[in-house]
């Protein structure tokens, strides 16, 4: 290894102390088998966890590590290999294989890993634990071409030996109150679990870029087999509501086929009138320079959030369908009807799908009708949401089914008390998930009163 030039100052580099706690309070992880790759995050609030991880792959003791993270602060070059860097650690300094680096044959941007948290949390437990590993730390900026992503994975493949490690540091869901960012997960599990990298980019995850890598190169090794050993959430360490959450994952991929766990996401508002325009949206993404295509109605501009990430990472967004409005659509493994029904309309049979959402209309009808001809479509649809039945109804299930009579008003021209629906299918059932929110002036937010209250915890500061 070359002598380095930059030298990166990691998380709380002097307290040796802290360090050694936290590696001797390893969760205890147990590894299905030798992976070729991992995603691990790099929030420190799991540092416990993170020590677990690690120390589990240091069993296998891999004699190189590439660790692929965010670009963060976009001072890289789109795709950038460290060449020349040093992470200083309590455990001494861990340097990149400059040789290895070059071989990537990237431009050299050095600098750029200074203050790099996706990268330099991992350092201590690397340094620790393998102190004989060949190390390069490669960071992605958001949007960087599937080209380029695609030909790094391949000469990955091509340079690395076998027994090489690459990992994914990726955090998941992020800025939203911990029930919304595990709906928000439920779709990523399914997409990371069947290898389905052209989704990946429609998950709310913070590097899309990264996981694509780092599943790619363990798919050209036959490592399919995707196994998620931890799942976490940052509101389970802090003694408040915390409305920004951030979501970890922890996945091994190892030899053997792909294992999916089929599911199809769907966001259902409260009452939205028909002069908003707004119906079906899918694969709702942002980015942090230019138009995704999301819709831009004004009232929106709340509930979208911080980066634009309520809506993202489920399949779809249900927002309106028009009576006799049927969309059909192949997500995630699972065959999804959506459709439009007016329940003062004697109708037909629903159609068949593995997951068939209806809006049911109230029509004319008095509300008790109404509301018995909307039951009545449960044994023929997984989820029924009733619009125009007024102020918010809890939401009910009955033999893995849903109805929501009421989710209350979104932007319906009506102020007040209101929610959204998180409903994920599955081959095994259906999952639902309610966040409150609150319409002042025609505009929805997330109403952490509520929301504070429905979890148990205070709405404050620590």
């Given at each position: 290894m070359s002598a380095c030039a930059t030298t990166v100052q990691g998380t709380y580099p002097g307290d040796r102390v802290m360090w050694d706690d936290i590696l001797a309070h390893a969760e205890s992880i147990q590894l299905p088998a030798r992976p070729v790759a991992v995603v691990a995050p790099h929030h420190l609030i799991d540092a416990t966890e993170l020590a677990g991880f690690w120390s589990a792959l240091a069993e296998h003791q891999p004699p190189v590590v590439v660790v692929i993270g965010p670009d963060h602060y976009a001072h890289?070059?789109?795709?950038?290999?460290?060449?020349?860097?040093?992470?200083?650690?309590?455990?001494?300094?861990?340097?990149?294989?400059?040789?290895?680096?070059?071989?990537?044959?990237?431009?050299?941007?050095?600098?750029?890993?200074?203050?790099?948290?996706?990268?330099?949390?991992?350092?201590?437990?690397?340094?620790?634990?393998?102190?004989?590993?060949?190390?390069?730390?490669?960071?992605?900026?958001?949007?960087?071409?599937?080209?380029?992503?695609?030909?790094?994975?391949?000469?990955?493949?091509?340079?690395?030996?076998?027994?090489?490690?690459?990992?994914?540091?990726?955090?998941?869901?992020?800025?939203?109150?911990?029930?919304?960012?595990?709906?928000?997960?439920?779709?990523s599990f399914s997409t990371v679990s069947g290898f389905d990298l052209d989704a990946l980019f429609l998950r709310e995850v913070d590097s899309p870029e990264s996981l694509f890598v780092a599943m790619r190169f363990a798919q050209l090794r036959g490592a399919s087999t995707a196994t998620r050993l931890l799942h976490t959430n940052s509101q389970r360490r802090r003694s408040v509501l915390i409305t920004d959450s951030t979501s970890h994952q922890y996945f091994t991929f190892t030899p053997g086929p792909v294992r999916p766990s089929p599911s199809a996401s769907v966001v259902i508002t409260g009452d939205v009138a028909p002069s908003t325009g707004l119906t079906l949206h899918e694969g709702w993404t942002w980015h942090p320079t230019r138009d995704s295509g999301?819709?831009?109605?004004?009232?929106?501009?709340?509930i979208r959030g911080q980066e634009d990430r309520f809506f993202m990472g489920p399949e779809a967004t249900l927002f309106n369908l028009a009576p006799g409005q049927q969309v059909r659509r192949r997500q995630n493994g699972l065959e999804v009807v959506y459709l439009g029904v007016d329940l003062s309309q004697q109708g037909d049979a629903l159609p068949a799908g593995d997951c068939v959402v209806v809006l049911a209309h109230r029509g004319g009808l008095d509300f008790t009708e109404a509301e018995?001809?909307?039951?009545?479509?449960?044994?023929?649809?997984?989820?029924?949401?009733?619009?125009?039945?007024?102020?918010?109804?809890?939401?009910?299930?009955?033999?893995?089914?849903?109805?929501?009579?009421?989710?209350?008003?979104?932007?319906?021209?009506?102020?007040?008390?209101?929610?959204?629906?998180?409903?994920?299918?599955?081959?095994?059932?259906?999952?639902?998930?309610?966040?409150?929110?609150?319409?002042?002036?025609?505009?929805?937010?997330?109403?952490l009163d509520r929301l504070a209250g429905e979890l148990g915890l205070p709405l404050g500061f620590d």
């Open positions: 890289g070059a789109g795709l950038t290999v460290g060449q020349a860097v040093t992470y200083q650690t309590v455990y001494g300094p861990l340097r990149t294989d400059a040789a290895l680096a070059r071989s990537l044959d990237e431009p050299r941007k050095d600098d750029a890993f200074l203050g790099e948290h996706a990268l330099h949390v991992h350092a201590p437990f690397i340094r620790r634990l393998l102190p004989d590993a060949h190390f390069v730390p490669v960071m992605l900026q958001w949007a960087t071409p599937r080209a380029g992503l695609e030909a790094l994975a391949q000469r990955l493949h091509a340079l690395l030996p076998p027994d090489a490690l690459v990992v994914a540091s990726v955090d998941f869901s992020h800025y939203q109150p911990s029930p919304w960012a595990t709906f928000h997960d439920e779709s999301a819709p831009k109605h004004e009232g929106l501009k709340k018995e001809r909307a039951r009545a479509l449960l044994p023929r649809a997984n989820v029924v949401v009733g619009r125009g039945f007024g102020a918010a109804r809890p939401i009910e299930q009955v033999d893995g089914r849903v109805l929501a009579l009421s989710l209350g008003p979104f932007l319906s021209g009506v102020d007040g008390a209101g929610q959204v629906l998180g409903a994920t299918c599955t081959k095994d059932g259906l999952r639902a998930r309610v966040v409150p929110v609150k319409v002042t002036g025609g505009v929805p937010e997330l109403d």
